[in-house]
């Protein structure tokens, strides 16, 4: 109940700002104590952690996604709190084998945000190690996003990567962080592009590639019917949210 009632405080907030999507809840089950977001997380009990992933959801949504919604981005898919030594996934090698063969425990928090029904799914960024036949980040991961996230639980809505996959992140007009494009590090923008749009995401976070895109289109790297598939997503929640009824804060 409390974190509901969080969740309905940080929704007016948002609204009153015209956020109308945030980039949670954390679901990730917190079994890697080195880890340096575990304070971000619900903690270690995969059952708590579902519990307060539905309430956290639904103070946000309400029971379903409308004007006075804020639409949430669970993540990081399919579970980053069991990450290899600790160590932070921004950077390489990235990797996450579960260790003990819990990979189903890690996700059970996101079949709890799916009954929910959020709106948005974020990927982790780090490479699924034994998990899939590709040792390829999640976000450009098809077996990841496709296979387990639409195939096996449905999930019809909004797929976002986390920030910086396929470009460096540059700050005062010096490197601030190595693009996390874990196990595709040879591939340039445009077939990162393709990739990632191949595995079944839908939008790039925190990442302006506009352009990049319009020209890997008109090269046919990338098919216009495969961007009207998430551009169809896209759209969906937007009208859902009343962005089109209502564009303009009161």
Same mark, same amino acid.
């Given at each position: 109940?409390?974190?509901?009632?969080? =969740?309905?405080?940080?929704?007016?907030?948002?609204?009153?700002?015209?956020?109308?999507?945030?980039? /949670?809840?954390? =679901?990730?089950?917190?079994? $890697?104590?080195?880890?340096?977001?575990? @304070?971000?997380? #619900?903690?270690? @009990?995969?059952?708590?952690?579902?519990?307060? &992933? +539905?309430?956290?959801?639904?103070?946000?949504?309400?029971?379903?996604?409308?004007? @006075?919604?804020?639409?949430?981005?669970?993540?990081?898919?399919?579970?980053?709190?069991?990450?290899?030594? /600790?160590?932070?996934?921004?950077?390489?090698?990235?990797?996450?084998?579960?260790? /003990?063969?819990?990979?189903?425990?890690?996700?059970? %928090?996101?079949?709890?945000?799916?009954?929910?029904?959020?709106?948005?799914? *974020?990927?982790?960024?780090?490479? %699924?190690? !034994?998990? &899939? +036949?590709?040792?390829?980040?999640?976000?450009?991961?098809?077996?990841?996003? +496709?296979?387990?996230?639409? @195939?096996?639980?449905? #999930?019809?809505?909004?797929?976002?990567?986390?920030?910086?996959?396929?470009?460096?992140?540059? =700050?005062?007009?010096?490197?601030?962080?190595?693009?996390?494009?874990?196990?595709?590090?040879?591939?340039?923008?445009?077939?990162?592009?393709?990739?990632?749009?191949?595995? !079944?995401?839908? *939008?790039?976070?925190?990442?302006?590639?506009?352009? $990049?895109?319009?020209? =890997?289109?008109?090269?046919?790297?990338?098919?216009?019917?495969?961007?009207?598939?998430?551009?169809?997503?896209? *759209?969906?929640?937007?009208?859902?949210?009343?962005? #089109?009824?209502? %564009?303009?804060?009161?």
């Amino acid at each position: 109940i409390v974190v509901q009632e969080y =969740a309905e405080i940080v929704r007016e907030e948002y609204n009153a700002l015209g956020i109308k999507v945030a980039l /949670g809840p954390m =679901a990730d089950v917190a079994t $890697e104590p080195r880890w340096t977001r575990v @304070n971000g997380t #619900f903690g270690e @009990n995969a059952s708590v952690n579902a519990q307060l &992933t +539905t309430a956290y959801i639904k103070g946000l949504q309400g029971d379903s996604i409308n004007s @006075n919604s804020v639409m949430a981005m669970v993540k990081h898919f399919p579970g980053s709190g069991a990450l290899d030594d /600790g160590k932070d996934s921004h950077f390489p090698p990235g990797i996450q084998s579960y260790k /003990g063969k819990q990979f189903d425990y890690h996700l059970k %928090p996101f079949e709890a945000a799916f009954e929910a029904g959020v709106g948005s799914v *974020m990927p982790f960024y780090s490479i %699924p190690k !034994g998990i &899939t +036949t590709e040792d390829v980040a999640a976000s450009y991961n098809k077996e990841i996003i +496709t296979d387990l996230l639409r @195939n096996r639980y449905g #999930f019809e809505g909004i797929v976002c990567t986390d920030w910086g996959v396929i470009s460096d992140i540059k =700050a005062f007009g010096i490197l601030f962080k190595p693009a996390s494009a874990h196990g595709v590090e040879s591939l340039n923008t445009e077939e990162r592009l393709k990739k990632i749009f191949d595995a !079944g995401v839908d *939008m790039i976070g925190g990442e302006s590639l506009s352009q $990049e895109l319009v020209e =890997a289109i008109e090269s046919q790297l990338i098919s216009e019917e495969r961007i009207d598939q998430s551009l169809r997503r896209i *759209m969906k929640e937007k009208f859902r949210l009343g962005l #089109f009824d209502q %564009p303009y804060l009161d």
